[in-house]
């Protein structure tokens, strides 16, 4: 009998208390850890592996640099019945967010909309976490933020000002999953075309344009061009609205004041997002807006597909059901961030993760 | 001497009388032919030519054929502090658009915020005039609409089941103009594709799919093939966001139950669109919000062009000092289009707005 080399997937929960004793032992409070601990391996069992625990090796150098504060005293600033500005302080992302998210519920609850924003936020996974509880609260969630880095130029410009300035979307259904969309304003993720770069693959045209306005098809000279918003003008203005809604308007940054919160780990950031919920009985019956939801997204899955294609998928489509496996199963951590994890564990003096490696 | 056969430019007062009278001439109330036909020509005055006097035919088409109501009852349908339904008992689309924006408006004076939708209204000419109002007093300004026919499948379909469902924002500045953005969710307007076509000229891949899903260039075998959204599944989606929250939410049309508005004009289209106001000082000082808007717009100007590109130009810039042009100097209205109204004046008796073809 051969010792088996293979890892097992690791429980969701057993996952959750790793990332909120190591929050812990960099002085975060224990119910702030909880929290995020909690918000970041959701993000991974909800599919958004490139927003999850992936990125607890970022938030730890800036905690430990001082570009994040470990222990926030979050405010809202200014307040309506429909509105509010919340100040985070500088804490984890998740935090401000999550009250942003609670907030703007209670808020249209109230008055049928809820509009809050953050500045002094911090990066805080996807934005699909923020929208998904309104979705299942039977309201209609937006949300947005500005990037955490510039890696995006103006539309025909070259100086990096602008994030990929991601907007997301969701409503609920009468189907398994809700409509949920969480979307870059950019055609391609860097993640995706280093991805391509690995495999030894070209990008299409379209994603990325050389510093010579010509189209860059060749992921691995990525750093001599750059990322192409969606439909030209149309995503780059779409991003500016987002900066001026997510950031301007909340007194955070956007432009060139954008710090990078990779390559800097020491400056505060002051990120923007806001998170939006609309109560559908203000508007209607909610049994009635589910049902039309459904039927439509029915008639979209009954369109033959274009030669090429498979059934039409909406934004959202077999999530929950990915999700409930993952839950079930543990999570596949991909070997690098396995080993990661592990070197976190040794650092922090908190006990490891994997049964398997220990 | 010989007679000139130049056309001069029509003044966009008389072009508005002339407007106003056509509609009253068909049994709209005088009140109401007034503000279309100032909010028609504004579209033309602010460069939106394709949504502004040019539709005049299609909106009597469907007066006349009873697809739409000249003497409207609108009607609040429901309400909050902050948000409110409007139905627009299916009257020409502009009045329950420019009602609901400026019930947004006085909603966001009071709360910080206003969300307005509209069931039962009709094509309203292009969603800028909508924002402009917001950005010019001060505050952002949102706005979407159920497009009024469906010419995009959904991503990887073949049915048309989706408009071009337009998105705006709006946001003020320092600058000579506000930030204005009107913007289809497919990469190209069939407008536009019709000109290509006119001029035998190619478009680009990445407007259109034919049937085999292969890309298609020529703009004449426009009918073999379907508009793409813009980002692919990005566009989609935010398509499908779009026409849930103007339509769905609103109990207004989408998907299957869209009417071809100019193909039917005899049934009510049950068109949805929603406005949205938000005021910037419930959320910090207005003039630190323009300031910074207006120094973010510098930094994306000073960017150095890509080959091939002119310098950075933001949405909406240069439209306030071409719209005083249009104004001072009068509306240069396309042959065909002065054709049409001379013929518009014949049919309805309503004295022409033309001098020099009286």
Redesign the interface.
């Known amino acids: 009998m051969s010792v088996s080399t293979e890892v097992s997937p690791i429980p969701a929960d057993v996952l959750t208390r790793f990332v909120a004793d190591v929050f812990r032992s960099q002085g975060v409070r224990t119910e702030d850890a909880d929290s995020v601990a909690h918000l970041m391996v959701e993000a991974d069992v909800g599919g958004y592996g490139t927003h999850g625990v992936f990125r607890l090796r970022q938030y730890l150098a800036r905690l430990r640099d001082g570009g994040c504060n470990p222990t926030p005293k979050r405010q809202v600033v200014?307040e309506?019945?429909?509105?509010a500005?919340i100040d985070g302080d500088n804490g984890l992302g998740h935090l401000a967010m999550r009250a942003a998210c609670n907030l703007a519920m209670a808020k249209a609850s109230d008055?049928?909309?809820g509009?809050v924003?953050i500045r002094r936020g911090n990066h805080a996974g996807p934005l699909a976490l923020y929208v998904r509880p309104q979705a299942d609260a039977g309201m209609?969630g937006m949300a947005a933020a500005v990037g955490s880095a510039n890696h995006v130029?103006?539309?025909?410009?070259?100086?990096l000002?602008l994030g990929t300035n991601p907007i997301a979307?969701s409503?609920p259904s009468n189907d398994a999953d809700p409509?949920l969309?969480d979307?870059?304003s950019t055609?391609a993720a860097m993640g995706k075309i280093k991805v391509l770069a690995q495999r030894g693959e070209l990008m299409p045209?379209?994603w990325m344009?050389g510093?010579?306005?010509a189209p860059l098809t060749d992921p691995t000279r990525r750093g001599d061009g750059?990322l192409l918003p969606?439909?030209?003008?149309?995503?780059?203005?779409?991003s500016?609205?987002i900066?001026?809604?997510a950031g301007?308007?909340?007194?955070a940054a956007?432009?060139?004041d954008v710090v990078d919160f990779t390559s800097d780990t020491e400056s505060e950031t002051n990120t923007g997002q806001f998170v939006m919920a609309?109560?559908?009985s203000?508007?209607?019956d909610k049994a009635?807006?589910t049902r039309?939801?459904s039927?439509?997204f029915d008639?979209?899955r009954?369109?033959?597909?274009?030669?090429?294609?498979?059934?039409?998928?909406?934004?959202g489509e077999g999530k929950t059901a990915a999700a409930a496996a993952r839950r079930a199963r543990g999570l596949d951590l991909n070997p690098g961030l396995r080993k990661e994890l592990d070197k976190i564990a040794q650092e922090t003096g908190v006990p490891g993760p994997f049964v398997d490696t220990a």
């Not at 969606?230 to 779409?238: S, V």
């Not at 301007?248 to 007194?251: D, E, M, P, Q, T």
Request: aromatic fraction near 12%; avoid cysteine; glycine fraction near 18%.
């Open positions: 200014s309506t019945a429909a509105t500005l008055v049928g909309i509009w924003g209609i130029p103006p539309f025909g410009g070259t100086d000002l979307f409503a409509f969309l979307m870059a055609v045209e379209g344009v510093k010579d306005g750059f969606i439909g030209g003008t149309k995503g780059f203005g779409l500016v609205a900066g001026l809604l301007v308007l909340n007194g956007f432009g060139a609309l109560d559908i203000a508007f209607g009635a807006f039309t939801v039927r439509v008639e979209f009954a369109s033959p597909p274009l030669p090429g294609h498979d059934t039409v998928r909406l934004p």
